[in-house]
């Protein structure tokens, strides 16, 4: 079986006032290449550091996370851009870190995000909204074998958002997705399996369906 990422016997937790906060316990688990995920849960489940441990962004307290394909940043997560670092000096700064074509990535970034004048500017002066249209045309600047996906939100008026749209389908043709989200008709759309988180443990369905009815169940 070809995976895209695999867990092993991975503990994460967070310690507040005094307690353990427990997010994955001892957990092993592969996402096989060629099917997409739905990390399911309900709040508080640990369905976003799941997704950030995946990317790197965050290390587990024990165990290891093996990707062995190219794994892309949470989709549309901003968190990384250097707040003094122009737009511009952003993208050329992650493209140089993922190997990319700094010329290209630049170019089809500032073409996409319509960010005009403000590609100059620090990240420091920009809205939500404008941070979030650069963060996800750099996501579709850079080609990934498996995206993740952290809550798909609206980006930009209705125009702009089928533009998204149109550049994410176009990505999804040729790599797999590990989605996080609250909407069952996203989760419907993109994914065929599912993992349930609860209380620190994965429950796997071959069939996003049943994740879908177990995550209900849970919700009740």
């Not at 994955?24 to 399911?40: H, M, N, P, Q, T």
């Not at 349930?196 to 796997?204: R, S, T």
């Amino acid at each position: 079986m070809e995976t895209t990422v695999e867990l092993r016997n991975v503990t994460k937790y967070y310690k507040t006032e005094g307690r353990k906060k427990m997010i994955l316990d001892k957990v092993s688990l592969a996402f096989e290449r060629g099917y997409s995920y739905a990390i399911l849960g309900v709040n508080g489940a640990g369905k976003s550091t799941t997704l950030r441990l995946i990317s790197g962004s965050e290390l587990p307290n024990s165990g290891k996370i093996k990707r062995n394909v190219r794994v892309s940043w949470p989709l549309g997560f901003a968190g990384g851009f250097h707040p003094m670092m122009s737009g511009r000096d952003n993208l050329k700064f992650v493209a140089r870190a993922y190997g990319a074509d700094v010329g290209e990535v630049t170019e089809f970034v500032e073409d996409f995000a319509e960010l005009g004048d403000y590609i100059k500017a620090p990240i420091k002066t920009y809205s939500s909204g404008m941070s979030a249209r650069l963060a996800f045309g750099l996501s579709m600047a850079i080609e990934f074998d498996c995206y993740l996906i952290d809550e798909i939100t609206a980006v930009g008026d209705a125009r702009f958002q089928a533009k998204c749209r149109k550049a994410f389908l176009r990505r999804q043709e040729t790599a797999d997705l590990i989605v996080v989200s609250h909407s069952m008709s996203t989760v419907k759309s993109y994914c065929q399996r599912g993992i349930v988180l609860v209380d620190g443990h994965p429950i796997y369905f071959d069939d996003v369906e049943n994740a879908i009815e177990t995550y209900y169940r849970l919700n009740r």
